[in-house]
């Protein structure tokens, strides 16, 4: 089992375990975890940049940057869906101290569902150093609404301003750890407001990851997985929604929160969880029995994405969907910068990449992005050839979704059943028709 512990202060000594398991978050500047909010400086782990959170959230964003680090810092001893188990031990500083041990096993099986490993916590009394928060100057919005820079939470961000009374406003809540992303998001962002006129929106953007180098200076294992990221994003997303008490929309489409697996060949690391309805459920259980603010809303659950474009497209005219929904990014992978090519620029091969085509084909919107062209170059084919799941969704396709296949899906009793083969099925029929 690895153990890492997050920490406030640089220890005095550095040894190896301190130095293999140390994650520094201080208050004033980066340590192994560099922590910022966008246009206003470092975020300590107070996180008193954004006004005055629920003490639990402050914690729960704590035990997800834990979570990410150590998630990051743990390579897997294989890949694709022959994926291992990993233990992994975290402790965190958390001011609601007797709320966090009593559920530490709710938050162990929430963990493990989200990344197929085994996790355990352990927590010890806060003692961060004290934050002034900032004065909250700015309206308290109606709903906070994640935006990633992938096409679903652009549309969840576009539809929420549309739906948005006279005087009422929203704010976005993003997460980056490369460069590439933090772009991305403020173009979206200034898109949607220019789109749909109304309030001005709040936009936080988090820079938060773990730094490249222990605190011995050695450089840390990497892993590239890291599907925690989506439990500090959501942590993030609750922690301001917390301020004001106000709901937290996570848009993503419902077929890809279902997900089918394709075959069997793609269970384990080739099946995410993010905003399963089991996955959510669960969460959001944790949450209300430590005291946390956990009112989380999948709008879309019952939309296939085409089904998402459409309702763009039905808003801003077919022509603006496409100018819109074309510079989002749902690709997966990041592996062609190895060819030279930016991370930026979408495989179009990936499970991502193909439900988004087939949304663009099902709602009979121009797709304008520009997915890589291998062109001459015959290693970057091979490439794309060995990460292409296009054959895998044929067969998906000519398999079907039948009634055992939602069974399998795990779903919680407050989902039904028949609204999930309909579900399926309609994101099953969007697929096929792109290789019709």
Known sequence: MREFQLQFAEPSTVDEQTAKG?????????????ASLANLGHLGPSLGRIGEAADPNVDFVRIAVAVYAADRSVPRQSGGSNWNRRSIKVTVPVRALSQWEASAS????????LTGDDWTFEFVEDNAPTEMAV??????????????GGADSAVGALLSRSELKDGERQALVSHFNSGVLGPLQRSIADSIAQLVPGEEQQHFQFHIGRRGKRLDGVEFADEQSTRSRSLLFLALGLAVASVHQVPLW???????????PLGM?????????????????????LLNGVGAHGEITNPFSGNTKGEMFHRVADLIGTSAATSFLSTTNSCSHTGQRTFKVSSSTPCGVCFGCVVRRAAFAAAEVPDETQYIDAADDDKLQAWLDKNSIEEAVRRFVARGVKSRDVIALSLPSSYSAADALDLC????????????
């Open 22 to 34: 140390g994650l520094c978050w201080l208050a004033d500047k980066d340590s192994t975890i560099k």
């Open 106 to 113: 709710e938050l162990e099986a929430v963990v493990n569902l």
């Open 135 to 148: 004065d909250e100057s700015p309206p308290a919005p109606a709903r906070v609404v994640l935006l990633s």
């Open 250 to 260: 996570i848009p993503e489409n419902g077929f890809a929160s279902l997900n089918p």
């Open 265 to 285: 060949e793609r269970l384990g690391s080739l099946s995410t969880r993010t905003t399963h309805p089991a996955f959510l459920a669960d969460l959001s259980s």
């Open 425 to 436: 099925q309609r994101g099953s029929q969007e697929l096929g028709e792109l290789f019709a």
